[in-house]
């Protein structure tokens, strides 16, 4: 009732800047159809106009598509916050066909850290960057463990447009990429990661070895090795621990422990040397002592040891046997005492036998002579 029979340029003003009143004139004059969108603000509504010629004026039909329009918008807002995660995601991301692998998108991280420009990366397959004895692998891989439907992660090789080949881990999930299935994969360069890894094994294999060497060593030897971790003052020893002093290698020891076996005038001399080396940063060392058994007696020992310091110059390792050299100390102690009975025995016969031997051949000498009375 408001509207009819009036102009509608009077009735609704706010149209004639926007493309209500051009599409409505040349549709008139032209006498053609048209079709368009606009936005009028006033209702705050989005409008789809179509526009016809009919008799001697034009028909118009309206459809409210705000809701399309919030939704349509919120799409494109979502793809903008997309597009730019992806751009700006430090590490490496690509857009894969499900299908056929070829490349569809890359981020910047991406062509940094590979080398190719982005127009090469959208010309390469998936297969492009592994390494040749790596295709069949990956064929496999994609054929038998990847579900579109699920995430999954893999490692394995890539190379670089230098030819330098890394290890990587990827991560994928599936998306609809421009109306296509696609996957978007989050690459990791764990190159490093892995040859610390590798050499973390070797170390540890290194040592597994060295240790079982040890164990064969002191189970060849009648010595008693021992090493100690001077940082954590670990004591462990090997089966001559027991053999030659009775105690239970399998306990826990620390450097207190072993001092105390020491008596009173050998450690301090035993300490002081070892102060004296590890302050001159000495690798070897040696001291004969005597060590208390496990049963209260005494032996002696002879110990030689080599020192290992790290790069600031402490003191991280102590290598050593402790060889048992009573007999040998019992031998030459019964030596030294039968030298000292000879020397006894020398010196009684140069004084008690040879002086009046002397004097009665003296005597004798002086009878054989004929003009004597």
């Not at 499900?98 to 420009?117: K, M, P, R």
């Not at 990661?193 to 002191?218: C, F, G, H, N, W």
């Not at 020192?307 to 110059?313: A, D, I, R, S």
Request: a negative charge; hydrophobic letters at 40%; aromatic letters at 12%.
């Amino acid at each position: 009732e408001e509207v009819m029979g009036n102009n509608l340029w009077e009735m609704f003003p706010q149209a004639i800047t926007l493309k209500f009143f051009d599409n409505y004139h040349r549709a008139m004059r032209d006498r053609v159809s048209l079709h368009f969108e606009e936005y009028f603000y006033v209702a705050s509504i989005w409008l789809d106009v179509t526009v016809y010629p009919a008799g001697d004026g034009i028909s118009v039909y309206f459809k409210d598509i705000t809701q399309q329009k919030h939704d349509y918008g919120a799409m494109i807002e979502a793809k903008e916050k997309y597009q730019h995660l992806f751009d700006m995601n430090p590490l490496p991301n690509l857009v894969f066909n499900f299908e056929t692998f070829q490349i569809l998108d890359v981020n910047q991280a991406l062509i940094d850290s590979y080398g190719y420009s982005r127009e090469e990366f959208l010309s390469m397959n998936l297969r492009d960057l592994r390494p040749p004895e790596d295709i069949d692998a990956f064929e496999t891989m994609m054929a038998e463990d990847v579900n579109p439907a699920e995430s999954h992660q893999v490692l394995c090789r890539h190379r670089k447009k230098s030819g330098e080949t890394i290890d990587v881990e990827v991560k994928g999930n599936s998306i609809i990429f421009k109306g296509i299935v696609a996957r978007i994969a989050l690459i990791i360069d764990v190159t490093e990661k892995l040859a610390l890894e590798r050499k973390k094994l070797q170390d540890q294999q290194k040592l597994t070895d060295s240790v079982d060497r040890y164990q064969i060593l002191s189970k060849a030897t009648s010595d008693a090795i021992f090493d100690w971790d001077a940082k954590n003052d670990r004591l462990v020893w090997g089966e001559g621990f027991k053999t030659l002093f009775g105690y239970d290698p399998r306990e826990d020891y620390c450097f207190d422990d072993w001092n105390s076996l020491l008596p009173a005038n050998d450690r301090q001399r035993v300490n002081e040397s070892m102060e004296f080396s590890i302050k001159n940063k000495v690798a070897k060392v040696q001291h004969e002592y005597r060590f208390r058994c496990a049963d209260g007696m005494y032996k002696f020992v002879m110990d030689k040891e080599f020192l290992v310091y790290n790069e600031q110059g402490e003191l991280t390792r102590v290598i050593g046997s402790m060889q048992d050299i009573t007999d040998r100390i019992n031998y030459i102690k019964e030596i030294e005492a039968t030298n000292e009975r000879l020397r006894e025995i020398s010196w009684m016969q140069s004084h008690v036998v040879r002086a009046p031997l002397a004097r009665l051949m003296g005597l004798a000498d002086l009878l054989n002579r004929e003009e004597m009375d």
